[in-house]
C-alpha cells in the first residue's frame, strides 16, 4: 500500500539550531513531493513543492528539501530555526498520475524554544 | 475509528450545473478545512468552518462557490454553475479545537471532473 512515513512525532529545537525532518515514501511510480506546514491556529500553507529538475528545492522562509530517489525520501531542511518556526509539518506525496490521490505523512510537530 | 470521510470520490459533472461535495470529520472534530489541488499545483486552502460558523473564507472564490457545516451532519462544499476550470481534486481535513497545536487530519478527497 501507498504510505507516507515521517520519522519524528515530535521535535524540540532551541533556537539557531539546525532541523532536519525526514520524509519516505512508498511508491514506486514518480511522483510530486510536497511540504506543507500549518503554524498553531492556522491553516495549511505550502512550503515547498518538487515536481522535477534540480532535486534540491528551496521554498519560503529559508527551508529546503531534497529529493532522494533511490531512497524515496524528501527531507526537509532548515540551518538555522526561529520559535516562530514553531508548527506542525506534513510531507505528501502525490503520484503523477492520480491528480486526485494526496498521500500525506502523519505530521511532526516542531516546538522551538527561544 | 473512522478517519475523515470524503464522497463522491469521483464527480462528473457537465458545465452549468451544481457539484456538492461532503466531508464527515473525524469523530469528536468540529474543525473542518477545504482545499483544492489542480494539476501540477499544491493544496490551496479554500475555507476554514466551525459547526455552524465559518472562521476563514479567505481562499473562497467569491461568486459560485460556498461551504457550511452545520450542527448535524456533514461539511458541505457546494459549486454552482460549474465551469471547466472546477475540475480538480477537492480535499477536507478535521480537526479537534486546541490551544496549541492544531493537528489535522486529511479525507481522500474527491474529484471533480467538469466537462
Known amino acids: 500500500a501507498q504510505s507516507v512515513s515521517q520519522h519524528n512525532h515530535h521535535v524540540i529545537l532551541s533556537e539557531a539550531a539546525s532541523l532536519e525532518l525526514g520524509c519516505n515514501y512508498s511508491y514506486g511510480g514518480t511522483v510530486n513531493l510536497f511540504w506543507y506546514v500549518q503554524y498553531p491556529g492556522q491553516h495549511l500553507q505550502l512550503l515547498l513543492k518538487y515536481f522535477s529538475g534540480d532535486p534540491l528545492v528551496k521554498g519560503i522562509k529559508g527551508f529546503e528539501a531534497e529529493f532522494i530517489k533511490s531512497k524515496f525520501s524528501f527531507n526537509l531542511r532548515k540551518p538555522s530555526v526561529q520559535w516562530s518556526d514553531t508548527a506542525e509539518y506534513f510531507c505528501?506525496?502525490?503520484?503523477?498520475?492520480?491528480?486526485?490521490?494526496?498521500?500525506f505523512g502523519p505530521g511532526t510537530s516542531l516546538s522551538v524554544i527561544p | 475509528n473512522a478517519g475523515v470521510m470524503q464522497n463522491p470520490r469521483h464527480l462528473v459533472r457537465r458545465r452549468g450545473q451544481e457539484a456538492r461535495l461532503r466531508c464527515s470529520p473525524m469523530k469528536g472534530h468540529s474543525h473542518v478545512y477545504w482545499y483544492r489541488q489542480l494539476p501540477e499545483e499544491g493544496l490551496k486552502f479554500m475555507v476554514y468552518?466551525?459547526?455552524?460558523?465559518?472562521?476563514?473564507e479567505s481562499g473562497m472564490p467569491k461568486e459560485r462557490f460556498s461551504a457550511e457545516f452545520p450542527k448535524e451532519g456533514p461539511s458541505i462544499l457546494r459549486i454552482q454553475q460549474v465551469v471547466r476550470g472546477d475540475s480538480a481534486a477537492y480535499f477536507c481535513?478535521?480537526?479537534?479545537?486546541?490551544?496549541?497545536?492544531?493537528?489535522?487530519?486529511f479525507g481522500e478527497g474527491s474529484w471533480l471532473t467538469v466537462v
Open positions: 505528501a506525496v502525490n503520484p503523477k498520475t492520480s491528480y486526485d490521490k494526496v498521500i
Open positions: 468552518l466551525q459547526k455552524e460558523n465559518i472562521i476563514d
Open positions: 481535513a478535521s480537526s479537534r479545537p486546541t490551544d496549541i497545536w492544531n493537528t489535522i487530519y
